[in-house]
T-cell receptor
Framework: RKEVEQDPGPFNVPEGATVAFNCTYS??????FFWYRQDCRKEPKLLMS???SGNEDGRFTAQLNRASQYISLLIRDSKLSDSATYLC???????????FGAGTRLFVKA | DTEVTQTPKHLVMGMTNKKSLKCEQH?????MYWYKQKAKKPPELMFV???????INESVPSRFSPECPNSSLLNLHLHALQPEDSALYLC???????????????FGPGTRLLVL
């Protein structure tokens, strides 16, 4: 079993749609959780950290369920510019060891 | 300045060559990382340095040799690579202010390496 698993995708959605990505992790010692975004042939960039209480940044909402070892990302009112690969990231060992999920590709179409 | 720079952007090398990848950050970060990313795959952690000391080596073959000359610089020395080592090599840094997890990593644009 992979340490971090994501929806395989790709997701093809129209502009304005709401899309949800799911991620599960296997190591209960995981300490921190993030969503990164990676555009084609670019480096990953932090989208948002994920907290147990849930957190929201504009059109993006992230949730963490430690009991179920599950992380989610909700994107509302999708824009063309949201097209990218979304990477679920988990860190452990005091934050040093960072494990990326395989990523979920999102295509937003006009 | 929230930038991590990497040089070169592209590198082509033969299997007998020796080359080095360079990474630099001036954000005062004390943790620096090397990742390898193959096409359509996520980044895979290779090495982690904290306070200029190697903290994690993810069982990387010895043909990859990291070096951290100071807190701003991270090198990756390459020798006798194989064609399957062709990939995007990403450098990242994070503050490591509290010694605990939860810090954002800032990535450089990467070096695209092709081994012939």
């Amino acid at each position: 079993r992979k340490e971090v698993e994501q929806d395989p995708g790709p997701f093809n959605v129209p502009e304005g749609a709401t899309v949800a990505f799911n991620c599960t992790y296997s190591n209960s010692a995981s300490q921190s959780f993030f969503w990164y975004r990676q555009d084609c042939r670019k480096e990953p960039k932090l989208l948002m950290s994920v907290y147990s209480s849930g957190n929201e940044d504009g059109r993006f909402t992230a949730q963490l369920n430690r009991a179920s070892q599950y992380i989610s990302l909700l994107i509302r009112d999708s824009k063309l510019s949201d097209s990218a690969t979304y990477l679920c990231v988990v860190s452990l060992l005091g934050g040093f060891k960072t494990i990326f999920g395989a990523g979920t590709r999102l295509f937003v179409k006009a | 300045d929230t930038e991590v720079t990497q040089t070169p952007k592209h590198l082509v090398m033969g299997m007998t060559n020796k080359k080095s990848l360079k990474c630099e950050q001036h954000m005062g970060h004390r943790a620096m990382y090397w990742y390898k990313q193959k096409a359509k795959k996520p980044p895979e952690l290779m090495f982690v340095y904290s306070y200029e000391k190697l903290s994690i080596n993810e069982s990387v073959p010895s043909r990859f040799s990291p070096e951290c000359p100071n807190s701003s610089l991270l090198n990756l020395h390459l020798h006798a690579l194989q064609p399957e080592d062709s990939a995007l090599y990403l450098c990242a840094s994070s503050p490591w202010t509290s010694g605990s997890a939860g810090e954002t990593q800032y990535f450089g644009p990467g070096t695209r390496l092709l081994v012939l």
